[in-house]
């Protein structure tokens, strides 16, 4: 019998939607073995409510990674991310978690390697001149050091999960450019953004290097930074430690987000 075209179209439609169905059955009946890793921009610092047992590595259980656990299938969850981390520490104290049967892995790392903290710390109590040499030299190290840090983590992650879909998530620019705002000035916030700039661009080679999924989180941010009038981070803040980092909205319709999509497509891509 020859079917006419309009009749293959319409088969062609019923046969999508079931083998979609199937994909989405099998996805859901199977789970997920997932596993954080990362420094305090997967941890949760900032966020608040966070878990005692996770001491000084700061787990908020507003953080993304718990979000993203909470509403999906998982067989497994491990979440060992922890504040002040950088992929030194990331390789040697959080891999343990890894194992053949991780199939998704999502990670934050490298802010640190270059200095975040002393960045900052910089940039509010110094000049605009002394922010912006003090950038500098964070952005050479990014560009020079960096790279390599990032491809000795990324192999090593690959080496303990070699089946698992990996999501490098980066980081959002701190500020909106406005003519009025309290605190820092514009040329800090500007050589600020351009770091955040660079870090992102570093780290996002290194993720296609290694075959890794990139996640850029500036445009969930963009029109939620500091000075926007609809943060989703903090600024100078007690305690010290969350300032400059997402708040709990900005896990929650951050970088959830910015996950939750990568994490969709590099799971349907492993079936």
């Given amino acids: 019998m020859r079917l006419t075209r309009p009749c ?25 073995d997932y596993v954080a890793l990362g420094d305090s ?12 047992g996770s001491g000084s590595c700061n787990r908020s259980a507003n953080a993304y990674p718990n979000l993203w656990a909470a509403a999906h299938s998982t067989n497994s969850f491990k979440f060992v991310a922890c504040s002040g981390a950088t992929t030194t520490t990331v ?10 049967s991780t199939t998704l892995v999502s990670i934050t790392a490298g802010g640190n390697d270059a200095g975040f903290s002393d960045v900052m710390e910089t940039c509010v109590l110094s000049s605009a001149s002394t922010c912006q040499s003090r950038v500098a030299e964070a952005q050479s190290y990014m560009e020079n050091t960096l790279p390599g840090k990032l491809d000795s983590l990324y192999g090593k992650i ?3 999960s070699p089946s698992a ?22 040329a800090k916030r500007t050589a600020l953004n351009g770091a955040a700039d660079t870090l992102d661009g570093v780290i996002a080679k290194a993720a296609g290097r290694a075959g890794f999924t990139w996640s850029d989180v500036r445009d969930e941010f ?28 900005g896990h ?20």
């Fill in 8 to 32: 293959l179209a319409a088969l062609g439609a019923v046969t999508l939607a079931a083998t979609s169905l199937l994909w989405s059955t099998t996805a859901s009946a199977a789970g997920t």
């Fill in 41 to 52: 921009y997967s941890s949760g610092t900032g966020a608040g409510s966070y878990d005692s």
């Fill in 91 to 100: 390789a040697s104290g959080q891999l343990d978690a890894l194992s053949s």
């Fill in 165 to 186: 879909r990996v999501v490098v998530l980066g980081y959002p620019h701190l500020y909106k450019i406005v003519s009025v705002c309290v605190g820092l000035s514009n």
């Fill in 222 to 249: 963009t029109g939620h930074e500091l000075c926007s009038g609809d943060g989703w981070l903090n600024a100078v803040t007690i305690p010290i430690e969350s300032s400059y980092h997402p708040t709990a909205l």
């Fill in 158 to 160: 690959r080496a303990k």
């Fill in 252 to 271: 929650r319709l951050g970088y959830l987000p910015a996950l939750t999509g990568s994490a969709s497509l590099a799971l349907q891509n492993q079936t």
